[in-house]
């Protein structure tokens, strides 16, 4: 609940802070927008169309420019909604719940949980093991899915470490099989393929403009503002979920963010444990960073790579980015530094404490 809360009173800075194309100061840019509040509402405002959707365990908002734009938001709630049925870990009749109980049976998918599981099993490939949809086993024990927080022995953690090995899941066309006992999460993703999904579809009916928030987490910008200025797009100070670390301005971008504050719990020996699970030693990422940002031009790579350079820290991150391209990150330190790639400086301007704050910038190796 925490999480979601959370979430729902970023959104919201979030929509002000679009609307008016300024920064974030007044306390009453906290209060909810009208009709947020009845899910998968559509509201007749004209110019822009907005939808407002409980969905993905998250509040989303959408605001989409064009003569179409309201029917083809009601065609981006209808693909939500079913897509977040079929990725469900819990819902018994889902496609990935299915998966997971098939006790090393193969399993028939629909085209677009195929689609999502194989782009996010090639982008995984590239992360030497940082970003693993197997971590589900993991996530469970410690209660990150229920909330039923525990810190875990050494040995329950040893006992499902073989299960978390991507390279253990074999799809083919629409048919998939994991190991027994192996269980799928597509939780790092499932907000940035729908953010690429519903992009597709609104331009399929002409939009040109709209802003896709899938849960403050994953934003999705088409095109620019109407006006034609870029979209200003706040990051969390992620010390303190009240506060802003600083602001991108970008046009026809994705910014995914994946911090340890999302989602997380204090053991009894007074550490925090976050959501963010290294595959390779079945404890929350102690990588040295606290969020990660990422800017693309996909949202399912947004949301990916936030989540793996997160668990991969800086200099790994680094060499990714190096390596790889076709992304900016921003990274933020367990120090209160920043670390940017010189894409992301281009549109990056530091808040509140961050304006101090040592910058670093990335720039490619010669
Ligand atoms: P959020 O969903 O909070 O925006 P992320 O995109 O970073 O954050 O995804 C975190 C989710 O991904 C976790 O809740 C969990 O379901 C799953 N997860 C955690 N660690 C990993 C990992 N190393 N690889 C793949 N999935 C992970
Ligand atoms: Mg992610």
């Not at 009916?205 to 910008?221: D, E, F, K, M, P």
């Not at 963010?257 to 719990?265: H, N």
């Amino acid at each position: 609940m925490k999480y979601t809360k959370l979430s729902f009173i970023f959104l919201c800075l979030l929509l002000t802070l679009s609307a008016c194309g300024d920064v974030p100061a007044s306390a009453d840019a906290a209060s909810p927008p009208a009709g947020a509040a009845e899910a998968g509402s559509l509201q007749d405002t004209g110019d822009p169309a907005m939808l407002d959707l409980f969905s993905m365990d998250t509040f989303m908002s959408f605001q989409a420019y064009g003569a179409d734009a309201e029917s083809a938001l009601s065609n981006v709630s209808a693909m939500i909604t079913s897509l977040d049925s079929q990725l469900s870990v819990t819902n018994e009749s889902s496609e990935i719940y299915q998966v997971n109980h098939a006790s090393g049976a193969s399993v028939t998918l629909s085209g677009a949980t195929a689609d999502l599981l194989s782009k996010a099993l090639a982008l995984g490939r590239n992360t030497d093991g940082a970003l693993e949809l197997t971590s589900y086993p993991l996530s469970r024990l410690w209660g990150f899915t229920t909330g039923e927080y525990q810190i875990p022995t050494q040995s329950q953690i040893d006992s499902l470490l073989p299960l978390v090995d991507d390279s253990q899941i074999t799809l083919s066309d629409q048919t998939v099989t994991i190991p027994k006992g192996a269980q799928l999460d597509l939780g790092a993703v499932a907000k940035g393929y729908a953010g690429d999904q519903a992009a597709e579809i609104l331009q399929s009916h002409g939009v040109s403009s709209a802003l896709l928030n899938l849960g403050s987490s994953t934003i999705h910008a088409i095109g620019p503002k109407p006006d034609g200025s870029d979209w200003r797009i706040a990051i969390q100070d992620p010390e303190d979920t009240s506060a802003y670390a600083g602001v991108v301005s970008i046009s026809d971008r994705s910014v995914n963010t994946s911090g340890g504050y999302e989602r997380y719990f204090e053991g009894e020996d007074g550490k925090i444990y976050w959501h963010i699970l290294d595959p390779k030693t079945g404890y929350p990422a102690d990588s040295g960073l606290r969020s990660v940002t990422i800017l693309s031009d996909s949202a399912l790579t947004g949301d990916g790579l936030s989540t793996a350079l997160f668990v991969m820290g800086l200099d790994k991150a680094v060499s990714y980015w190096q390596d790889n391209g076709g992304f900016d990150f921003i990274l933020i330190t367990a120090d209160g530094e920043i670390y940017l790639t010189e894409g992301a400086e281009a549109c990056f301007s530091p808040l509140g404490k961050y304006v101090n704050a040592p910058l670093h910038v990335i720039r490619h190796a010669d």
